[in-house]
């Protein structure tokens, strides 16, 4: 058993604390936010994750996992200390790091004997050499620490499968021997690590998620081409796909990424780019494509029913994506604020995000389910591919609208099918069978 700090509760933070508790570690988490670390401790979470709050209850009640805003409690027995706080986009795209530095200072001035300081939060390339110059400066005495890099690459909605499987755990450091003490809280997990510098460490998590990001970002490109030729981008997709070069995943033509991390890590790997002199056109390109796939879903809206003033248009999936109450950079958010904008009504029912929408979409009618949505509108739009949109009866979603007209901006329905029940179906680069041109 290990003993582990982890400053920061929010997503990254929580799920890797409870994660390390249910391996048999002992877990500190703390967090400035009390009404957070209160609402832990009575067992309320801040988050929706699937499996989370079960594990989260399951180590608390065996001791090996607890809540603290205090520093000193929660750095006392510590080897390790895992940085885990946010890193908000900033006014030109780069990553704000007050929140690092505000937990560098403050493990610098509490903790009293040699620890292992590991940055889980994602950081821009440097961060490793910057946050040990904070500590050193900061400190009350010479007190020995290392400092690691180790990336995050958990997916929301499977966060606990990934961390508990992950394809890789990646280590960065100056310091060997901080490594080494690392990764051998991972070696349970029997997955390979990569040791490598504190730099370099930085860089594969930018580079992992911007790549991802352009995988998207290129089906969605075709996903156009697919529309104006008449070709089928899923039958596309999947035709590239047998090649073992390429794959299959991320390449799901749909209304473009969202979340925490691809928006924000690819906006400031070109802001990085930019400051050392270099013109990131293929990461420029990647965001540019981006957000004109939610400008596609108002093109095929204009298109079929013309202007959308004061029409009815209904919006299933409100999260970013699936198995997730996280709106941030959300396609559907995105497209909603366009819509009212142009005067339109906009209901919609998303099966967990509700209240996260609902504050920022207070002009948004928030329906009770799927049929509420769509009772009555002009159009509906589905841009979450919930597995319960899937199951919906299609026949009275169609009788229950004014107008027939169905946008599938994630393609989770057969357009044949779609026809035969009488929709005017539009999905994302669907072809002749299965989309409106423009």
């Given amino acids: 058993m290990k003993n582990i700090c982890v400053v920061g509760v ?15 570690n002992n877990v500190v988490g703390i967090d ?55 890193t908000p986009e900033g006014v030109d795209g780069e990553a704000d790091l007050r929140y690092v530095r505000a937990a560098a200072e403050a493990v610098a001035q509490h903790v009293d004997h040699p620890v292992v300081i590991v940055n889980k939060s994602t950081v ?15 400190q009350t005495k010479p007190i020995h620490f290392s400092v690691v890099s180790c990336p995050e690459f958990l997916r929301e909605g499977v966060a606990i499968a990934d961390f508990m499987n992950p394809d890789r755990t990646v280590l960065g450091s100056v310091d060997q021997k ?46 156009i081409i697919c529309e104006r030729l008449g070709a089928d981008v899923m039958e596309v997709a999947q035709g590239m796909g047998f090649d ?5 995943h991320f390449l799901q033509a749909g209304v473009g990424y969202g979340g925490s991390c691809f928006p924000k890590d690819v906006k400031a790997l070109a802001y990085m780019a930019q400051t050392h002199g270099m013109h990131p056109q293929l990461l420029n390109a990647v965001m540019e494509i981006n957000d ?12 079929m029913i013309g202007e959308v003033k004061d029409k009815k248009i209904g919006i299933l999936g409100l999260a970013f994506k699936e198995n997730t109450d996280d709106i941030r950079e959300s396609p559907a958010i995105t497209i909603a604020q366009v819509l009212l904008e142009r005067g339109a009504h906009v209901r919609a029912f998303d099966p967990v995000a509700m209240d996260n929408s609902a504050r920022v979409l207070p002009q948004v009618k928030m329906c009770q ?28 979603i169609r009788q229950s609208m004014k107008t ?28 002749y069978n299965g989309t409106g041109n423009r």
């Fill in 404 to 431: 027939p007209l169905l946008i599938d901006g994630r393609n989770i329905y057969e357009p044949s099918l779609m026809h035969e029940l009488g929709f005017n179906y539009s999905g994302v680069g669907r072809g």
């Fill in 244 to 248: 073992k070069r390429i794959g299959h």
């Fill in 124 to 138: 821009p390339v440097g961060t490793g050499d910057w946050v040990a110059d904070i500590v050193r400066s900061k």
């Fill in 178 to 223: 901080g490594a080494e003490a690392v990764a051998q809280l991972f070696l349970p997990l029997r997955r390979p690590i990569v040791m490598t510098d504190l730099r370099t460490a930085e860089m594969i998590k930018y580079a992992s998620n911007a790549f991802l990001a352009t995988r998207i970002s290129f089906i969605n490109e075709i996903s």
């Fill in 10 to 24: 929010g997503y990254v933070g929580l799920v890797t604390g409870t994660c390390f508790a249910d391996l048999g």
């Fill in 292 to 303: 004109f796939m939610r400008k596609h879903v108002i093109f095929k809206l204009q298109d």
């Fill in 369 to 396: 389910n799927s049929y509420e949505v769509a009772d009555g509108v002009d159009a509906l739009v589905v841009v979450t591919p919930w597995n319960e949109f899937k199951q919906l009866d299609m026949a009275k």
């Fill in 32 to 86: 400035v936010n009390e009404d957070k670390i209160n609402d832990l401790n009575r067992g309320v979470m801040p988050i929706y994750e699937p499996g989370l709050g079960e594990m989260v209850e399951r180590n608390v009640k065996a001791g090996r996992l607890r809540f603290t805003t205090s520093y000193p409690e929660a750095l006392q027995d510590a080897e390790y200390v895992f940085i885990c706080v946010g």
